[in-house]
């Protein structure tokens, strides 16, 4: 919208501030501590039998600290610009074992447990996402992922409590999904209204829905139920270290990682995937050649709300066990932030929602860890804040600069 | 047959009254749109088993029925009201606002340092509680708004995720135990701040054991007012509504688009932390972290509802404070979940933002496209 250029910093002064500040940060912290005889060491484990990195935590971080410096450094200086941008590269990557090691000082973690934690968690953001690119892809803007995942969770779990079959649930919590959905196509592309409003609209709705669903069925039908199996996949769970992390999760979450390959494959590879594209980035002429706009968005919204709804399952039946008021806690509005992260792509958007999925990972195992900062352990609601911090850091465009699809937010008049 | 080639010449009366409604009918929108949810939510009370009248009379007599319930309604409405202007400001300067929620909390914030720390006359103290609640919102705000000026960044996510921070902020100011910051040492659940000075407490009536009509609602009028002449009246208020409703003309005829909206959003965070003020200095004299829950969300309704314009915002603020109120006596009387009227109160909101449903089941003509406020303007970050 702001064509105008921005005055001030370049995004890549920024994140070379960034670095060096960090790098300067761990430098002056850790130095003083390098070659005392007590060294802290801080014990990394990959699975549980399974090898240990003891790494001597003070000098591990200077270390490292002193890379984000010269990257920073570099980066500033314009002659040494190819090998500046492989370095920033290399220290933002750096950042993930450096805050581990930073938070296991003197302790042992667990770093297996970590990545499938994110694999977890990152989970709903990912299909939040998924559920976000469907429908801009087509031109429509869903901003109630929110929305559609709450009541998705709540009456998913409430069939399930009724039927005693939790794939009952699941199916419940897909079909739900979708109804929200047509309430937003109808609104959004039927009665033109502005889309962001009947979103809105939606997430109010659904708040007010499911806290009715709870107190009036769900709290006499006992809560605390069973949640979905684990299903090890044959063979490849067998793998040692690997196998037990990325192989043995739950059905919702291959059904994530099979709905990224998939959605992929149909945006980029199929008839209804161009058809889809062209709607949403110039409906006029889609229209002109044939295909019938609205047909294209209804059923694509339609499928963004059948994946927030499978999303919501996630919370209810395949987590928690059980449905509590606002239980998404905005994880569809972080989805939207994953979207905007990978660019409309569905792997990018994977990779923001794995990105966030880390936040929350790493929030409860520094809660574990009791990290401390400055003698006092960090207060846990500043942990629980990181991923909504980490939401408006990619939305003001620090990681990449991002133009959506052309037509999304705009009805569409035959 | 010659007549009636000519067709016959429209008697006055249906065609007189025809033509008042297609003329004046566009101004009922909001009055039918309730009326269409009430009438939905009759059909969802009967369908689910409940006594739709009776619950509809308990809501009546709950809320508007005697003496006691008005002031109830009143003092529950005065929040609505001032959080609904803080919406519709930034809506007129096309924002969406979606922060009230987390401005009330960092206005109430600076509300209870002021409580108390300071120690001053009333007729200080009430004025400084009241400026310090300003200045928290519009802070809190900002940040949005120059997150949007700035790099684009769509306000609607940002002021979501500037909600829960501001609610997590908040829940540390009053947990914290080493040192305690906010929270009262006296309050074994640690639940909520310290109470503020007696100085800084509104002045009312007690109505009854629980109700106190406080000063807040006659300060809720003030503010309709202002917001009201500071829109149609003034040179900002020009400013917001051009940039609101055409950015390139705002910026061809020479104003600063990234200044005017966030000065937007001050303004509006500034309405929402006054909001918080008058709830905390007149009626709960402490700050918890669930007194503005779902708050944000029923600003919005409450600006919807009344189209944007500050003097709707007084009817629909009460109608909103007033279902809220005669929740209660409904759910005695036909034995049904509050959570009925959030869902009443959803369809309310359906049928006004999607009015062109309710134009056509009561046939009145349509709106014309340039009467519309766009704010969906995709995502921005680039």
Request: hydrophobic letters at 55%; glycine letters at 12%.
């Amino acid at each position: 919208m702001m064509a105008t250029r921005r005055r001030g910093p370049t995004r890549r002064q920024i994140v070379a501030g960034f670095f060096i500040g960090l790098g300067l940060l761990l430098i002056s912290t850790t130095i003083s501590r390098v070659g005392q005889a007590d060294s802290t060491i801080s014990k990394l484990a990959f699975g549980v039998p399974g090898p240990v990195v003891q790494a001597p935590t003070a000098l591990s971080l200077l270390l490292i600290g002193s890379l984000f410096l010269v990257s920073g450094a570099l980066a500033l200086v314009p002659a040494a610009r190819r090998v500046a941008t492989w370095l920033l590269w290399a220290s933002t990557v750096l950042i993930f074992p450096a805050v581990l090691i930073w938070a296991a000082a003197g302790k042992q973690t667990n770093v297996m447990t970590m990545i499938s934690e994110t694999l977890r968690l990152g989970t709903p953001i990912a299909l939040g996402a998924m559920a976000g690119i469907w429908a801009e892809r087509s031109g429509v803007i869903n901003i109630a992922i929110e929305g559609m995942m709450l009541s998705g969770a709540a009456f998913g779990f409430a069939a399930f409590a009724f039927t005693g079959n939790i794939w009952v649930g699941v199916l419940t919590a897909v079909l739900v999904g979708g109804l929200m959905a047509l309430i937003h196509a109808t609104l959004a592309i039927q009665f033109k209204t502005d889309q962001i409003i009947s979103g809105t609209v939606i997430n109010i709705l659904a708040i007010g829905v499911t806290g009715y669903l709870r107190r009036q069925f769900i709290v006499d039908s006992g809560g605390g139920r069973v949640t979905l199996p684990q299903v090890p996949i044959p063979l490849l769970s067998d793998i040692p270290i690997l196998g037990p992390t990325l192989f043995n999760g739950k059905p919702i979450f291959y059904a994530m990682v099979t709905l990224v390959v998939l959605t992929h494959l149909v945006l980029f590879f199929t008839r209804w995937g161009l058809r889809t594209r062209a709607v949403g980035e110039n409906p006029r002429a889609a229209d002109t050649v044939g295909i019938n706009v609205y047909r294209v968005r209804y059923t694509d919204v339609l499928i963004s709300g059948m994946i927030a709804g499978l999303g919501g399952a996630w919370f209810s039946l395949e987590t928690v066990g059980n449905f509590d008021d606002g239980m998404t806690a905005g994880k569809g509005f972080i989805a939207l932030a994953a979207m905007i992260f990978g660019k409309w792509m569905p792997f990018g958007a994977f990779g923001g929602a794995m990105l966030f999925g880390y936040f929350e990972a790493l929030q409860t195992r520094l809660q574990i860890l009791k990290v401390e900062i400055g003698g006092a352990p960090v207060p846990v609601q500043f942990l629980q804040i990181l991923p909504y911090v980490a939401t408006m850091v990619v939305l003001a465009g620090l990681i990449g600069r991002a133009v959506g699809p052309a037509a999304a937010g705009k009805p569409y008049e035959k | 047959m010659a007549q009636a080639v000519e067709g016959p010449a429209p008697s006055p009366g249906p065609a007189g009254f025809r033509e008042y409604y297609a003329r004046y009918a566009p101004y009922l929108v909001p009055v039918f749109a309730v009326f269409t949810a009430l009438v939905v939510g009759a059909l969802m009370i009967g369908l689910t088993g409940g006594d739709w009248l009776a619950a509809y009379i308990g809501l009546w007599e709950g809320s508007f029925g005697t003496p006691v319930a008005i002031a109830n309604t009143v003092v529950r409405a005065t929040p609505f009201i001032i959080a609904g202007l803080a919406v519709a400001v930034a809506f007129k300067s096309g924002l969406f606002n979606i922060g009230a929620e987390g401005q009330l909390y960092a206005g109430s914030v600076c509300v209870v340092l002021v409580g108390t720390l300071l120690q001053l006359p009333p007729v200080f103290h009430i004025p400084v509680g009241i400026i310090a609640g300003a200045i928290g919102g519009a802070a809190w705000a900002s940040i949005a708004g120059f997150l949007k000026a700035r790099t684009g960044a769509h306000e609607v996510i940002n002021t979501i995720m500037l909600n829960y921070i501001a609610i997590r902020l908040t829940d540390w100011l009053i947990k914290s135990k080493t040192p305690y910051l906010l929270g009262d040492p006296a309050d074994p659940s640690s639940a909520r701040t310290m109470y503020i000075a007696e100085t800084m407490r509104l002045p009312g009536f007690r109505v009854s054991d629980t109700i106190v009509l406080h000063l807040g609602i006659l300060i809720a009028f003030g503010l309709v007012f202002l917001v009201a002449w500071l829109l149609n009246r003034t040179t900002i208020g020009f400013e917001l509504r051009t940039v609101g409703s055409n950015p390139s003309a705002a910026r061809y005829a020479g104003m600063s688009v990234p200044r005017t909206i966030v000065l937007a959003m001050a303004c509006a965070g500034a309405l929402a932390g006054i909001g918080g003020a008058g709830e905390v200095m007149g009626v709960r004299y402490a700050l918890s972290t669930d007194f503005f829950s779902g708050l944000g969300f029923d600003a919005i309704a409450v600006a919807l509802l009344a189209r944007a314009n500050p003097i709707g915002i007084i009817f629909s603020g009460l109608l909103w404070g007033g279902l809220l109120t005669g929740a209660r006596l409904m759910q005695v009387r036909a034995g049904l979940s509050i959570d009925v009227i959030k869902i009443v109160q959803a369809l309310i909101i359906m049928f006004v933002a999607a009015d062109q449903i309710v134009r056509f089941i009561y046939r009145i003509p349509q709106r014309s496209s340039a009467e519309e406020t766009m704010i969906s303007r995709g995502w921005g970050g680039g």
